[in-house]
């Protein structure tokens, strides 16, 4: 269950007012928004949850908020803005953010740097990305993550998703996990996940993941 400040931040953020985007921004007055929930099976009472919403303010900028806990304990949530920098023949991206709230604990600045690029594989089409974020703690400590993303739609409802999760924290070892996903279109803007993440470094965490992306 998400804290009741997760649910309050939310509501500021959606109130008044392609699928995961990455570099790309989100299109004029259209939102994004995520649900997950991770279980390791060993330890069916660790299912940490996520949020993620996005929303094009306009063509050149997107606002958005990322936050997570386990059950009634908040561990992030971070509000942030990402604007486009370069595009390449409308098929290349590159984007950063700025974002700001706390995660484990700590106020925490979050800069991101992101690259996207579409690709095509005949009649099939994909992407490629990689996104660069650094949390920074006023204590001075923080973390640098990097996500490579490669992603293909084998069909028009059905999308395969791999990516390599890594970070270097301030104050622990590096670490690597790999995390497959296939998420398939039940009916427009409405989406269902199914995904795995497995430790590949300094992680030895296996977890499934059940997910609901919507657009609309």
Known sequence: MIHARALLLILLLITPGVLWAGAWPRATGETFLSFSIETNPAVPEDSPASLFIEHGLNHNLTVGFDGGGRQTDLTKAIAFLRWPLKTNAKTAVTAIEIGAGFADGNLALRPALSWGRGLSFGERSGWIAVDMRGLIYEQATGLLETDFTFGLKPG?????????????????????????????????????????????????????????????
Not at 191 to 213: M, P, Q, V
């Open 156 to 216: 028009r409802r059905s999308t395969l998703i791999l990516q390599l999760q890594s970070g270097v924290p301030s104050d622990s070892e590096p670490y690597a996990r790999i995390a497959p996903s296939f998420v398939y279109e039940t009916k427009p803007g409405h989406h269902l996940e199914l995904g795995t993440t497995a430790g590949l470094l300094n992680s030895d965490d296996f977890r499934i993941k059940l997910g609901l992306w919507l657009r609309f």
